[in-house]
C-alpha cells in the first residue's frame, strides 16, 4: 500500500502572503507601497441586486424609450453649474503619477462622451486642458503647480481633503518619477522621493474651509463650482460639515479608491468601503435638505453599469472611476503579461505603479514606456468604456421603469446578505428586513 | 485714486472692480476703508494696482495676488498673500498664520509678528519679518527667501527642500532637516538685496543662515527616527 502525500496546512493567520510579508519587512525595514486601492473582499455593489419590474412595475422599452443620462453638477452657488451628458466623470489623478500620454488620452476618452476629467496632486498640463472639454482642477494641500491663471481655466474646483485608499495620509511620488518637468510643475529637486502634506496649510477645520471656500469663489468671481473631495471614514459628519461650509459637490471616495502610492497597511486597513458610506452621506444630505442640491458623486470600485446603476439607486448624483479609466486605456493589459513577469508581476496584478515602470506607458515617466501609449487609441478605448458602462446602466434602468438615471432609488434594490443589507440600508433579498432599522 | 468703503461696499463688489482692472485697466490706485477684519479682501487680483487696506483684514487678504502693490495699514489674519504669484504684499502690523503659504513669487513683508507656520509650502516667495515669527515657520518650505529679524519658535525649516532661511534673532529650535549653514559672500549679497526690497534697515552680518541637510529626500530606512 502506497503511502499517501503528507497534507500540508496552511495557516489562516500566518499565511504565505503574510510570511512573504514578514520577511519583506525583516529584510528591508521599510512597509510595502504600492498603487491601487484595497484588495481585500469587502461588501459592494455585488451584494445589492436591482429588481426590475414584472405587474408592479411597468418596464421600458430597451430599444425604443428614452433614458436619460445627463446631471447637472454645482448649481447650489456657483453662476456657472456643469452640465455632464453622462453621470461618469473621471477621477482625479496627477500628472507625475500618470504620463503627460496618459493624462491627454484622459482627456480625450471624456470629452468624446461629453463628461469631464480631474487634475491632480501636481497642477495642470497643457495636455490635460487642451483635450479635455471639461476640467476639474483639484485644490489638494501641497497646492503643488497651483496657480490663479489656471484655476480660471478650469470648470470646476475639487478641494480635496481626502481619498478612499488613504484617508488622513497625504500623497506620495518616488524619486524614479520625480524628473525633470515633473520637478518643475512642483518646484521640486529632481529625483526627490516626494511626500506630500496630508492637511492644508493655510486652514484647519470646518470653519475655515468656509472662508476658504469663500476666497476660492472670489477668486473665480463665483463662475466655477466647488467640490469637496473626502475619503470615505466618517462621512455621515464629513458631508454635514462640507456642506455647512458651502460645497456645491461632495466627491465620496471609498476604500477600493485607488492611489497612485501608499502603504500597502493604509490601503488594506484604513476607511470604509463605498457600499456603506453613499448612504451615510445621503442621509446627512437628506437631513439638511440637501440632497439632489449639493450633488454626491461616488466612487471606489465602479467597474460596470451595474455598479453605475446601483450607486445611483443607493442616491448618488454621479460617479467617479480612477482604476477602471486607467484599465480601459490598457493598464494591466494581456498583452502584457510577458513584460510584466520580467518586473516582477503579472497582467492582472501589477500595482507597483509608484515605480514608474509600466510597460503600458501609463503610470510612468519614463519617456520611452510613456511614448507607447497612444493618447489617441487610448482615449478611444475609454470612450468605448465608457459608453458601455452608460449603456448599461440604462438596460437596467429601464428595467427597473426609469426614464432616467437618476429616477433609480433604493427601492429598486435588494440585499444579498445580512451585511450589505444592513451597510446598505437596503432589504435583505426575499425579506423586507433592513438590519437595524425596525429594532432588531 | 478709487476710494471702497467696506462699511457700505461687500467685499464681493470690491473684489469684481478689482478683477476687472485686468480686461480694463481704469483706475489704477485703490484706496480701501472699514475692512473691519472681512475675509477675502484683494483675493485674485491680477494686475498691477496699488492697493492701499486701511484697518485689519481677516483671513486670505490678497489671496493668490499677481502683480499687485497690497498694503495692510493694520493687522491680517490667517494666509495672508497665500499662493501669491507675484507683487508685493506689505503687512503693516502683525499677521496670524500661515502668511505667504504656498506662495510662488513676489515679495511679502511684516513689519509686526507673525504667528505659527509662516511660509509653509512656499514655493518661490520672498518673505521678510521684521518682527517675530512663530512654530513651525517655513515647513515645508519648497523655494525662496525667508528672512526673520526677531526670534522664531520651535522646529524651523522642518522638512525642508530649498528655501533660503536667514534669522537675526534665536531659534528656538530646527525642524527635521534643517541645520545652520555657512555665510558666504553671495548669501550676504543676497540678504542685502533683500532686506533693501523689502525697505527694512537691518545689518546682514547680523543674521544667520539655515537651510536644508538634504538628508531627507529620499526614503532611508536610518532616518525613521526624524518623523
Given at each position: 500500500m502506497s503511502k499517501n502525500p503528507p497534507i500540508l496546512r496552511e495557516s489562516a493567520t500566518f499565511d504565505r502572503l503574510t510570511i512573504q510579508e514578514i520577511h519583506r519587512a525583516a529584510e528591508t525595514g521599510i512597509y510595502d507601497i504600492r498603487g491601487g486601492g484595497t484588495k481585500r473582499r469587502v461588501p459592494h455593489f455585488d451584494d445589492l441586486l436591482l429588481l426590475g419590474s414584472s405587474i408592479s412595475r411597468y418596464p421600458l422599452e430597451g430599444y425604443r424609450e428614452k433614458c436619460g443620462t445627463d446631471v447637472i453638477l454645482?448649481?447650489?452657488?456657483?453662476?456657472?453649474?456643469?452640465?455632464?451628458?453622462?453621470?461618469?466623470?473621471?477621477?482625479?489623478?496627477?500628472?507625475?503619477?500618470?504620463?503627460?500620454?496618459?493624462?491627454?488620452?484622459?482627456?480625450?476618452?471624456?470629452?468624446?462622451?461629453?463628461?469631464?476629467?480631474?487634475?491632480?496632486?501636481?497642477?495642470?498640463?497643457?495636455?490635460?486642458?487642451?483635450?479635455?472639454?471639461?476640467?476639474?482642477?483639484?485644490?489638494?494641500?501641497?497646492?503643488?503647480?497651483?496657480?490663479?491663471?489656471?484655476?480660471?481655466?478650469?470648470?470646476?474646483?475639487?478641494?480635496?481633503?481626502?481619498?478612499?485608499?488613504?484617508?488622513?495620509?497625504?500623497?506620495?511620488?518616488?524619486?524614479?518619477?520625480?524628473?525633470?518637468?515633473?520637478?518643475?510643475?512642483?518646484?521640486?529637486?529632481?529625483?526627490?522621493?516626494?511626500?506630500?502634506?496630508?492637511?492644508?496649510?493655510?486652514?484647519?477645520?470646518?470653519?475655515?474651509?468656509?472662508?476658504?471656500?469663500?476666497?476660492?469663489?472670489?477668486?473665480?468671481?463665483?463662475?466655477?463650482?466647488?467640490?469637496?473631495?473626502?475619503?470615505?471614514?466618517?462621512?455621515?459628519?464629513?458631508?454635514?460639515?462640507?456642506?455647512?461650509?458651502?460645497?456645491?459637490?461632495?466627491?465620496?471616495?471609498?476604500?477600493?479608491?485607488?492611489?497612485?502610492?501608499?502603504?500597502?497597511?493604509?490601503?488594506?486597513?484604513?476607511?470604509?468601503?463605498?457600499?456603506?458610506?453613499?448612504?451615510?452621506?445621503?442621509?446627512?444630505?437628506?437631513?439638511?435638505?440637501?440632497?439632489?442640491?449639493?450633488?454626491?458623486?461616488?466612487?471606489?470600485?465602479?467597474?460596470?453599469?451595474?455598479?453605475?446603476?446601483?450607486?445611483?439607486?443607493?442616491?448618488?448624483?454621479?460617479?467617479?472611476?480612477?482604476?477602471?479609466?486607467?484599465?480601459?486605456?490598457?493598464?494591466?493589459?494581456?498583452?502584457?503579461?510577458?513584460?510584466?513577469?520580467?518586473?516582477?508581476?503579472?497582467?492582472?496584478?501589477?500595482?507597483?505603479?509608484?515605480?514608474?515602470?509600466?510597460?503600458?506607458?501609463?503610470?510612468?515617466?519614463?519617456?520611452?514606456?510613456?511614448?507607447?501609449?497612444?493618447?489617441?487609441?487610448?482615449?478611444?478605448?475609454?470612450?468605448?468604456?465608457?459608453?458601455?458602462?452608460?449603456?448599461?446602466?440604462?438596460?437596467?434602468?429601464?428595467?427597473?421603469?426609469?426614464?432616467?438615471?437618476?429616477?433609480?432609488?433604493?427601492?429598486?434594490?435588494?440585499?444579498?446578505?445580512?451585511?450589505?443589507?444592513?451597510?446598505?440600508?437596503?432589504?435583505?433579498?426575499?425579506?423586507?428586513?433592513?438590519?437595524?432599522?425596525?429594532?432588531? | 485714486m478709487k476710494n471702497v468703503d467696506l462699511s457700505t461696499t461687500a467685499v464681493r463688489e470690491l473684489n469684481q472692480a478689482l478683477h476687472e482692472q485686468a480686461k480694463q485697466l481704469t483706475e489704477r490706485e485703490w484706496a480701501v476703508t472699514h475692512p473691519a477684519g472681512q475675509h477675502n479682501i484683494a483675493a485674485g487680483v491680477d494686475e498691477a494696482l496699488k492697493i492701499d487696506i486701511h484697518g485689519h483684514a481677516g483671513y486670505y487678504c490678497a489671496g493668490m495676488n499677481k502683480k499687485a502693490d497690497v498694503t495692510i495699514h493694520g493687522n491680517v489674519g490667517v494666509g495672508v498673500a497665500e499662493n501669491m504669484m507675484s507683487g508685493v504684499v506689505r503687512v503693516k502690523g502683525s499677521a496670524s498664520q500661515s502668511a505667504g503659504a504656498t506662495a510662488h513669487g513676489g515679495l511679502l513683508v511684516i513689519e509686526g509678528d507673525a504667528g505659527a507656520r509662516c511660509g509653509i509650502s512656499m514655493k518661490g516667495v520672498d518673505i521678510v519679518v521684521r518682527g517675530d515669527a512663530g512654530h513651525m515657520s517655513c515647513f515645508l518650505g519648497q523655494a525662496g527667501r525667508f528672512v526673520v529679524c526677531g526670534d522664531v519658535g520651535e522646529n524651523l525649516g522642518d522638512s525642508l527642500y530649498e528655501v533660503h532661511i536667514y534669522v537675526k534673532g534665536k531659534v528656538k529650535s530646527l525642524g527635521s532637516d534643517c541645520i545652520e549653514k555657512e555665510m558666504r559672500p553671495e548669501h550676504l549679497q543676497e540678504l542685502t538685496e533683500l532686506l533693501a526690497r523689502a525697505s527694512v534697515e537691518e545689518d546682514p552680518k547680523a543674521f544667520r543662515r539655515y537651510g536644508s541637510a538634504r538628508q531627507l529626500y529620499n526614503f532611508k530606512v536610518d532616518n525613521a527616527h526624524a518623523y
Open positions: 454645482g448649481d447650489r452657488y456657483a453662476s456657472k453649474p456643469l452640465h455632464l451628458k453622462i453621470p461618469i466623470t473621471i477621477a482625479g489623478m496627477s500628472f507625475g503619477s500618470l504620463s503627460a500620454q496618459a493624462k491627454e488620452a484622459l482627456g480625450r476618452g471624456a470629452t468624446i462622451v461629453g463628461t469631464s476629467t480631474t487634475t491632480g496632486d501636481g497642477g495642470m498640463t497643457p495636455e490635460e486642458r487642451g483635450q479635455s472639454e471639461t476640467l476639474v482642477y483639484q485644490y489638494l494641500p501641497s497646492r503643488y503647480g497651483m496657480n490663479p491663471d489656471d484655476i480660471r481655466k478650469a470648470d470646476a474646483i475639487e478641494v480635496v481633503l481626502g481619498q478612499g485608499a488613504k484617508p488622513g495620509g497625504g500623497g506620495m511620488l518616488l524619486g524614479m518619477k520625480v524628473t525633470e518637468r515633473v520637478a518643475g510643475m512642483r518646484t521640486l529637486p529632481i529625483g526627490v522621493d516626494q511626500r506630500s502634506a496630508c492637511r492644508h496649510p493655510d486652514w484647519t477645520g470646518p470653519d475655515d474651509l468656509a472662508i476658504k471656500i469663500a476666497e476660492l469663489r472670489e477668486i473665480t468671481d463665483w463662475e466655477k463650482p466647488i467640490y469637496v473631495k473626502i475619503g470615505a471614514t466618517r462621512t455621515y459628519y464629513d458631508v454635514k460639515l462640507a456642506v455647512k461650509a458651502g460645497a456645491d459637490v461632495i466627491v465620496l471616495d471609498g476604500m477600493q479608491g485607488g492611489t497612485a502610492a501608499t502603504q500597502e497597511v493604509f490601503i488594506e486597513h484604513v476607511g470604509i468601503p463605498i457600499l456603506p458610506a453613499i448612504p451615510l452621506a445621503v442621509r446627512a444630505l437628506q437631513e439638511m435638505g440637501m440632497h439632489r442640491k449639493v450633488q454626491l458623486i461616488v466612487s471606489g470600485g465602479i467597474r460596470t453599469g451595474a455598479d453605475v446603476a446601483k450607486a445611483m439607486a443607493l442616491g448618488a448624483d454621479a460617479v467617479s472611476i480612477g482604476t477602471a479609466a486607467l484599465i480601459a486605456l490598457g493598464d494591466n493589459h494581456p498583452s502584457l503579461d510577458e513584460e510584466l513577469h520580467k518586473i516582477g508581476s503579472a497582467a492582472g496584478f501589477y500595482d507597483d505603479w509608484h515605480e514608474g515602470k509600466d510597460p503600458a506607458g501609463i503610470t510612468t515617466q519614463d519617456p520611452v514606456l510613456s511614448k507607447r501609449l497612444d493618447p489617441v487609441l487610448a482615449g478611444h478605448r475609454l470612450a468605448n468604456y465608457l459608453r458601455v458602462l452608460v449603456l448599461e446602466a440604462q438596460t437596467m434602468a429601464r428595467a427597473c421603469g426609469k426614464s432616467h438615471l437618476r429616477n433609480l432609488d433604493t427601492d429598486d434594490l435588494v440585499a444579498l446578505t445580512v451585511e450589505a443589507a444592513a451597510m446598505a440600508r437596503v432589504p435583505l433579498a426575499g425579506t423586507s428586513w433592513i438590519p437595524g432599522q425596525q429594532g432588531y | -
